[in-house]
């Protein structure tokens, strides 16, 4: 035998041995076949064995990149844990007496397939996979529109209509467009008038940033549509997760194909308000306008055409004409006819203040125009005193004095009036209100009267007795206040207030009394009447108790339960008592006392 084929005999015998030694023995390993963890989260790989036969036992862990292996960690049985150096994980990774594999800080980069390889002598070698997921959340999508703010219907191509992007987010999320609240179907063929296109960054974090420009032919429709996205992800357990975007819509440029030309204004129009008039077209954006007043050119500026403080002359036919150059055969245009309603001032006869003595008459005569039917009022305050433009007053008294006024108005037009005023002025003699009575506590106190009088022209007062005087003004009245003390002489004769002018005199006499003056006497007549009762009750029941003491005395005697012998008489008139009951009676008649204790006279001198 040469020895080449010496050397492959002994490497099949070694191989045999060894494989004989491997079929005898055997490893089993048990991991998890896929772990899920949160990017900056905490993640734990457990590795349980068995082993067919006792022996040393190692357990290993391996990442495995590109079809490479790289050991991170291993413990032998009973040993102590130790993690390799220059890996990925270096630093992060630890394993522990039960052999599982703890990473922390979980980065997207760990997202690798870990391998937990148990070496057990002559049981042989074991192995288990475990895939290592990590999430983490995007952040919520942005939309933002294109630098050309202006899209224009009919456009031969598609539009960018705007960019949704979502930053930071693992593994790879999907965005999906919404208009009007409805999702749009995701088309990639930029053929198609409706396409997306999507584009992906990878940040260095490994975390991913993605985005979607969405392109569009939009029509005229779509004027008022609103868009947003939505951010599709993926979380643990399988979980589907959607942040959305905030609104965005669009700037349209369409053709204008009619007019609109309308009064602002709600109210009616009068003189004197403010007149606003909008004209504006179905297109975007809005064209020029020209504006006419009965044929005549006037001013306006863009769509609005504004009359300040308007006049009755600014009534009639107000036009506006627009011109669209993209669509130049459109009838863009509008008419409005203003009226403006209108009152004249009121006219009063006569017009000048009236002067007129008490019990006279007065009359006056208002007028008015309005553009439309109209009422003419007079008034006094709040009081309505005539709807027909004429107001008389017959026999006039102080309380007639004052302003009245004529008040016109259109009553279509809320706020439309005009008015003017009159003054009457009543003369005469005084005339002062009936006082009331004035009360002190006691005499000597302070009283405070008011004299009020009517009269024009102002009357002069005069007090008796006189105090401390002050004047004032109350309506159409003069008061007169007097502060004095209230003496015996005023309580008893009062306090005279006399009014007078150059048509006459009044005067009126205040009396002054004490409070409760009357209240007091009553309670004391109470009580007198009081007393004498109880005095008049307490005879009647001693008359009474003594009454029927008799009677009972007559009734015992009666029937001979009461001696009356000479000797009890002694005891009787000595006022001895021998007896339960005792009567000392003194009197001249012997027959009376015999008469009421024994009817029968006594024979015993």
């Not at 960690?73 to 594999?101: C, H, N, Y």
């Not at 593994?171 to 063929?189: M, N």
């Not at 009457?424 to 006691?442: H, N, Q, R, S």
């Not at 502060?483 to 015996?488: E, H, I, K, S, Y």
């Amino acid at each position: 035998m040469d020895g080449i084929t010496f050397g492959r005999t002994s490497l099949l015998c070694t191989l045999l041995l060894w494989a004989f030694q491997v079929c005898n023995g055997s490893v089993s390993v048990n991991v998890s076949p896929k772990v899920e963890v949160i990017k900056g989260e905490t993640a734990k790989l457990p590795c349980t064995y068995t082993v067919s036969t006792s022996s040393n036992t190692i357990v290993e862990w391996f990442i495995e990149e590109q079809g490479t292996r790289t050991r991170v960690a291993f413990r032998s049985q009973g040993g102590e844990g130790k993690s390799d150096d220059g890996t990925p994980l270096t630093g992060r990774v630890t394993i522990g007496e039960d052999f599982t594999l703890t990473i922390s800080s979980v980065q997207p980069s760990d997202e690798l397939s870990f391998f937990c390889q148990v070496t057990a002598g002559p049981a042989g070698v074991g192995e288990g996979v475990t895939m290592l997921k990590v999430f983490f959340a995007p952040e919520k999508p942005v939309l933002t529109k294109p630098s050309s703010q202006a899209i224009t219907v009919g456009e031969p191509t598609s539009s960018e209509i705007g960019t949704c992007s979502a930053k930071n987010g693992y593994p790879q999320a999907r965005i999906i467009w919404f208009k009007d609240g409805h999702p749009l179907p995701e088309v990639k063929d930029r053929k198609e008038a409706t396409y997306m296109i999507p584009s992906v960054v990878k940040e260095a974090s490994g975390l991913y940033t993605i985005k979607s420009t969405l392109y569009m032919r939009p029509t005229k429709a779509d004027k008022d549509s609103v868009f947003s996205c939505v951010v599709e992800y993926s979380m643990p357990e399988g979980q589907i997760k959607q942040k959305k975007s905030d609104t965005m819509s669009i700037n349209l440029n369409y053709p204008s194909e009619k007019a609109t030309f309308t009064l602002v204004n709600t109210d009616p129009v009068k003189e004197g308000d403010t007149v606003t008039m909008k004209c504006e077209t179905d297109g975007n954006p809005q064209p020029e306008f020209d504006f006419t007043k009965d044929g005549e050119v006037i001013n306006g500026e863009g769509g609005l055409l504004t009359l300040k403080s308007v006049k009755r002359t600014d009534s009639g036919e107000y036009k506006c004409t627009a011109t669209d150059f993209d669509n130049l055969d459109a009838d863009l245009s509008g008419i409005i006819t203003l009226n403006v309603a209108y009152i004249d001032p009121v006219s009063v006869t006569p017009a000048q203040p009236q002067v007129v003595m008490l019990g006279d008459s007065v009359e006056w005569q208002c007028k008015t125009k309005a553009s439309t039917k109209h009422t003419v009022q007079w008034k006094k305050g709040s009081d309505v005193l005539s709807q027909d433009g004429t107001l008389s007053i017959q026999d006039v008294s102080y309380d007639n004095a004052g302003e009245y006024m004529c008040v016109g108005a259109v009553p279509s037009v809320p706020g439309l009036t005009a008015e003017a005023s009159v003054n009457l002025t009543v003369k005469g003699k005084p005339m002062i209100e009936t006082p009331a009575i004035a009360e002190v506590a006691k005499e000597g106190d302070t009283v405070t009267l008011k004299c009020s009088v009517y009269g024009s022209p102002a009357p002069q007062f005069t007090w008796k007795p006189s105090g401390k005087q002050s004047l004032s003004v109350e309506g159409i009245k003069l008061v007169s206040t007097l502060t004095l003390p209230a003496t015996a002489e005023v309580m008893k004769d009062g306090v005279t207030c006399e009014a007078s002018n150059e048509h006459g005199t009044d005067s009126k006499t205040f009396m002054v009394s004490l409070k409760r003056a009357i209240d007091n006497s009553a309670d004391r007549a109470d009580k007198q009447q009081g007393g004498s009762s109880g005095v008049v009750i307490a005879v009647v029941v001693c008359v009474l108790l003594l009454l029927l003491l008799v009677a009972l005395i007559y009734f015992l005697n009666k029937k001979s339960k009461l001696p009356c012998g000479k000797k009890d008489k002694k005891e009787v008139a000595t006022g001895e008592v021998n007896n339960d009951i005792v009567v000392e009676m003194k009197t001249d008649k012997a027959n009376e006392e015999a008469g009421l204790l024994n009817k029968r006279p006594s024979t015993e001198q």
